[in-house]
């Protein structure tokens, strides 16, 4: 990709612009941090209970299976919380006609994935999110459906909000409203938890 900056003639005393006009990178050339993985040993889901956690690395995953079906206006609800309790950030996915996800305090509303969704109706779920680059993936049934970096240009509410992302989380929660969540397992980078 481009970046190109255009600047204006200095008014008023001011400075004129030092460095390169532009700046180009290379994209897609490194190795993808993770990638998706089966979760071994999923446990069922508790809901509305907050369950310590400790992501060992810049990288963790959650895994969901559910059956839920577009339609059924069911909803997956996982919340991140750091160690002192405040919010770290949440995803969601509604079950409307068309499956739809949103990923809290990013977005406003439900979005459409932008791909097609694998038609089984049982579905693994994974969701990865990658603090250094602030990138968040889901995949579903092994498949790659959304890949989206946090930023201003992606996330409406982000210059307002980025800090909730930045923060470790310590403990994570399904909600009282997820009721399509079945089980579930969380892993980091070195394995499962």
């Known amino acids: 990709k481009t970046y190109v900056r255009n600047c204006i003639q200095p008014k008023n005393g001011g400075k004129a ?3 390169d006009a532009s700046k180009t ?3 897609g050339e490194q190795e993808c941090p993770v990638t998706w993985k089966q979760c071994d040993n999923p446990v069922p889901v508790v809901r509305n209970v907050y369950m310590p956690w400790n992501p060992d690395s810049e990288t963790f995953t959650i895994t969901v299976t559910t059956d839920s079906v577009a339609g059924s206006e069911e909803l997956v609800s996982v919340w991140f919380d750091d160690k002192d309790g405040a919010s770290a950030g949440y995803v969601f996915i509604r079950f409307n006609t068309q499956i739809q996800y949103s990923i809290g ?4 509303s439900y979005t ?4 097609t969704l694998p038609t089984e109706t049982q579905k693994t ?3 990865t999110y990658n603090y250094t680059d602030k ?3 889901y995949y579903c049934n092994g498949v790659q459906v959304l890949n989206v970096v946090l930023s201003d240009s992606t996330c409406p509410s982000w210059s307002t909000n980025s800090d909730i992302w930045e923060k470790k989380p310590a403990k994570i929660k399904f909600s009282s409203s997820d009721t399509a969540s079945d089980s579930y397992c ?3 980078n070195t394995g499962a938890i």
């Not at 305090?105 to 406003?108: A, E, K, R």
């Not at 459409?112 to 791909?115: A, L, Q």
């Open 25 to 27: 990178e290379n994209c």
């Open 105 to 108: 305090y990013c977005m406003y």
């Open 125 to 127: 779920w994974t969701f």
């Open 186 to 188: 969380i892993s980091s």
């Open 135 to 137: 990138r968040v993936v």
């Open 17 to 19: 612009c030092e460095g």
């Open 112 to 115: 459409p994935f932008p791909v």
